[in-house]
């Protein structure tokens, strides 16, 4: 791990205790530290902290530019740097098991920051990472042995939901989102529960995250059983993606993240022994609900990243760049975007900060929250590159320059794991007290 560490940050030297109010300088300007308005870090945290911004700014950010670049087809050839990306990832060892080393107190902030930092290096090869965890973070979390035994960390992961006719409404399982009279339609995948097997068939969508590269799917799809087919009452399964029967579709062109390959899975009859059944129908509901609160809350932190990087690739040219004579931080409406730009990387990273350690802490996660810390996150990601393509002026929408890519990076996000609209639908719907309804009826 110590290949990719950094020197400590040259931001701010937090202190045992205030400095007495008579050694205070005459005009204080305080740095703020590489994680904002942060206190102290545990030590092994800190050390986490250094390793993947290291990691982030030395292999990331290089290999994520030269991907934006390339043909979907490009990105996922054997020759593409992605897989160098992949493998020098895989040295780290961030896996499921290494997460639960960390006392459960570190635990929260240590998830938070590693995925800020990724976010902060390519938000594409982020969401790649993270979606790789799912299929055995998830699996322990059901409290399953079977997935662990039977297929190594080191396969590459992705989470088949989404369907050409249905996106963002498959993480509605209780229809929260639909009109008066609104019907789910047709599934488009659907697997069939017989005595000791499952049987797939159908597709997932294009939007698939690593799903063109991926070894292992963690998939969600109505179930069909002696009493029919019900998509809100579905599966959620583990499947080997070189099972017969399993192909896939052709990698997606797309705006932004194109370092993360995305791709449609068909599924014709693909036969499973009944272990890899995760969730039976009666805990579809309570399935959907748990993923969707880990996704949401990984993306809070990785587009905290995203918006970071920008801020401060905006920070630095308003640095060097002179207009009127002077630094343009010195004119006041340049300090003034400055100043909102930090703002929301300080309340995106305090969000899903805060979040992930309330989910992790209490006994069941708030999937509410979790939306608040995507949809305020990725709305700001956008906001704040944006603000930074205006800084860098005519610069910002060259490709030369870094900031027009995270800002077609962080556009995707409003989109990804459930559209904003939608989660604040939901979200709301999940406000709701039942007691205050009872007393006021």
Known sequence: MNEYAIPESAGAKFQAAPLPFSRWDRLPGVKLGQVGAEPALPEITNDLQRTIHGFAEKVMRPIGRELDHLTPEEVICNTSRLWEFRNKYQELGI??????????EDLPAAVAILFEELGWGDAGLAVSAGVDLLPHYMAAKFGNEFVAKTYPETLIGCWGITEPDHGSDVLDSTGAIFQRGGNYGQPNCVAKITDGKVIIRGQKSAWVSNGPIAELCILYCAAETDKGIDPRRGAVLIVPLDALGVSKGKPLDKMG?????????????????????????????????????????????????????????????????????????????????????????EVSRAIARRVTTFNMMNGIPALHAAMFSKVTATQNALEVSSDAIQMFGANGVAREYPVEKIFRDARSSLIEDGCNEILAIKGGTLLIDPELLTATA
């Not at 896996?95 to 459960?104: D, I, M």
């Not at 609160?293 to 990243?305: P, Q, V």
């Open 95 to 104: 896996t499921t098991q290494t997460l639960a080393t960390f006392a459960l």
């Open 257 to 345: 993240q194109r370092a993360l390959p995305q791709g449609e899975i068909f599924f014709d009859a693909v036969e499973l022994d009944i272990d890899h059944l995760l969730l039976a129908p009666e805990d579809y509901n309570k399935g959907v609900y748990a993923i969707h609160a880990e996704a949401n809350a990984l993306m809070g932190a990785i587009f905290t990243g995203v918006a970071r990087s920008a801020y401060e690739l905006a920070h630095a040219y308003a640095h060097e760049r002179r207009q009127g004579g002077v630094p343009i931080i010195r004119h006041q409406d340049v300090a003034k975007r400055l100043f909102h730009m930090a703002r929301k990387v």
